[in-house]
């Protein structure tokens, strides 16, 4: 008596095959391609719901493998990658996911932090204003503050790493050189850094 085999059973087992052999890429693609540029202009005033603060699992604040030569307290951006990292030693750093520059506005080089501030006020540059003219030309700090929760000053720049009141902008190039986390992101690493802490931008990935 013929056996009967059902026709699709081997192109099915072949598209369960793909799939399994997809994943890693697909879980991994958020490294080589980083988000585009985010096109959405600074909301003085808005204040953002805890559900909306709340990142994706691979923007969310967490402890990784990280080699470098810098010592312990170095924070390490990597532009491209959209994270922040925070050296750990053993090969290890806390790692923070960021809002970076937007095209033109990216930037590289060896800095340090010399100032911190808590809620702090804002003053639009006049660069930015001629390019938004509704912004204010003076708000205080607060929950609606573009500037976030907190901010450390970079020296020797005009740039930032400071909270924000637009979540939805972490993982993307958006802003005017400054770099933004999520406000418990930035809380959480004012109290890490002393002023004086080296700072290393990286614009380039790292292969």
Known sequence: ?????????????????????????????????????????????????????????ALQRQMVFFRTTEPPGTIIVHTSERFLYVVQGNNRALRYGIGVGRDGFQWQGLKSIVRKAEWPDWTPPPEMIERQPYLPRFMAGGPGNPMGARALYIGGTVYRIHGTNQPQTIGHAVSSGCFRLVNADVMDLYERIPVGTKVVVKQAPEL
């Open 1 to 57: 008596m013929a056996v009967h085999r059902p026709a699709a059973l081997p192109a099915l087992v072949l598209a369960v095959l793909l799939a399994i052999a997809a994943a890693p890429a697909l879980a991994q693609s958020w490294r080589s391609t980083p988000t585009e540029t985010l096109r959405i202009e600074d909301q003085p005033g808005y204040e953002p719901t805890a559900d909306e603060e709340q990142l994706s699992p």
